[in-house]
């Protein structure tokens, strides 16, 4: 257990469905991540939020849409999807200091969720 | 993150030490060099941060020379366990001033008994 969890765990969703992927931290950690991890390709950061800086990678297309109501709480909202979006998606969080800016802080990562697109 | 160059793979016995090696040329003055250690369908999980010269834990130690262009893993007497991909994360810009955003190939290590 590092102390990050997400939920589900797995999910298979149509094209046309709507649905989102949880993340909770339990580290009191001020800043969360999201990644992408296809088959044999790296790891991709998608988003991050912190009290440093909010990045979003220009490539993620907008049928992505990050929500970070606190910073215990990260959500993916999915909608629309495409099958090359099947992945697991991690979700991360760390402690950043001051002008310790990602990624040069250490970060836990949760088990993942595996998402299959049909 | 700095693009960062890795072996693709490497191959160890038990007991032996293993040394991998990451080269990261475009290193800015502000970063840090992190090591994940990740398994099949499971996150990455932290093993160890360093700036310059020599950090040790409990399970790794990382060998940084004074320019910081290249930093070195040990593992010391590796087991079937430490049978998983290694990455070598570095923070910064690239060239072009965007910030690269991938972890990287990471190098596939296999243990044999």
């Known amino acids: 257990e590092t102390g990050v969890t997400q939920t589900p765990r797995h999910l298979v969703m149509g094209m046309t469905n709507k649905k989102s992927l949880k993340c909770e931290q339990h580290l009191g950690h001020n800043a969360m991540y999201w990644y992408k991890q296809s088959a044999k390709k790296p790891l991709e950061l998608m988003f991050v939020y912190s009290l440093e800086e909010r990045v979003e990678n220009n490539s993620v297309p907008s049928r992505f849409s990050p929500e970070c109501p606190n910073s215990s709480h990260l959500f993916l909202h999915l909608h629309t999807l495409q099958p090359e979006d099947s992945a697991l998606y991690l979700c991360?969080?760390?402690?950043?200091?001051?002008?310790?800016?990602?990624?040069?802080?250490?970060?836990?990562f949760g088990p993942g969720t595996r998402l299959t697109v049909l | 993150l700095a693009k960062t160059t890795q072996p693709i793979s490497m191959d160890s016995y038990e007991g032996q030490e293993v040394n991998i090696t990451c080269s990261h040329n475009?290193?800015?003055?502000?970063?840090?060099i992190t090591w994940y250690q990740q398994f099949p369908s499971q996150g990455p999980r932290f093993i160890i941060q360093g700036y310059k010269t020599k950090v040790t834990n409990e399970v790794a130690s990382l060998f940084i020379p004074a320019d910081r262009k290249s930093s070195t893993l040990s593992l010391p007497r590796v087991s079937l366990s430490d049978t998983a991909v290694y990455y070598c994360l570095v923070g910064g810009r690239m060239d072009t001033g965007r910030r690269a955003l991938t972890f990287g190939s990471g190098t596939r290590l296999q243990v044999q008994p």
């Open positions: 475009n290193i800015a003055t502000n970063d840090y």
């Open positions: 991360a969080s760390s402690q950043v200091a001051s002008g310790r800016a990602y990624p040069n802080n250490e970060q836990f």
